[in-house]
């Protein structure tokens, strides 16, 4: 028996021993997640979106956020294709997220930002910390090299605040702060953090000048017009 193996073994087991115990000792009762299943669906069975139920659930959502989160023809489709094609991706991300999002939830509490933008690390990097994309973005939060430098973090060998929970988290705090300080809209706030105030703005204009975000979609890069959409699923969805 190779020792160090077994050692390290060893750890893995009481470290996860470890993480199952907080789990049921905090607001996520239990990391087993099919006890949200309180339907009793079938494993295999995808059940059929009510759309007037959708609309009346998501504009309770809205009603309590300071985001527009009512429903529309385009986040419709977003939740179904999560609840269709990404059930087992929505298991991981609820398993993690009471490792990450009470952190979130205060910090962004403490500089006065909506705690519905802790979502927006779920489509960037599933809740992993150390999430690196083809493009070098890295961490929670997903910050580019010249972005983090620019924001003041520390980037490099041994440190890198990118892959700090609470750093990070504090410098995506300050930009969407500066996002909603330019455009007043979350929204376009949140478009914003995928494509660049630039490009935001370039989208407004060649729209008209329009300030709904829904109308201003089409103008937006590609990616973008599916960011949004896909952030309010998942707000809906988690």
Same mark, same amino acid.
């Given at each position: ?22 789990? $049921? %000792? ?97 489509? *960037? ?11 070098? %973005? ?22 890198? $605040? ?11 705090? *300050? ?15 949140? %478009? ?23 109308? %201003? ?22």
């Amino acid at each position: 028996v190779d020792l160090e193996t077994l050692a390290l073994d060893t750890a893995l087991s009481d470290h996860e021993t470890d993480w199952l115990d907080w789990l $049921d %000792a905090h607001y996520c009762s239990s990391s087993d997640t099919a006890l949200l299943n309180i339907r009793d669906f079938a494993e295999d069975e995808v059940p059929a979106l009510d759309t007037v139920e959708l609309v009346n659930r998501m504009a309770l959502l809205s009603a309590a956020s300071p985001m527009d989160l009512d429903w529309n023809p385009v986040v419709h489709s977003r939740i179904r294709f999560y609840a269709s094609k990404r059930r087992q991706h929505l298991g991981k991300m609820l398993g993690r997220a009471p490792a990450y999002f009470p952190i979130f939830e205060e910090i962004l509490d403490k500089n006065g930002l909506p705690t519905e933008l802790k979502y927006i690390s779920v489509i *960037e990097s599933n809740l992993n910390p150390s999430a690196v994309s083809w493009c070098g %973005a890295t961490g929670l939060w997903q910050f580019m090299p010249y972005t983090g430098k620019l924001m003041g973090m520390r980037i490099g060998y041994p440190c890198d $605040d990118r892959k700090s929970i609470v750093a990070s988290t504090q410098k995506a705090c *300050e930009y969407f702060a500066n996002s909603q300080s330019i455009f007043n809209n979350w929204l376009f706030s949140i %478009a914003s953090y995928n494509c660049g105030p630039g490009n935001v703005q370039k989208a407004i204009r060649r729209s008209g000048g329009r300030t709904n975000f829904w109308e %201003a979609l089409p103008f937006l890069p590609k990616e973008t017009q599916n960011y949004v959409p896909k952030f309010i699923a998942v707000a809906y969805v988690l």
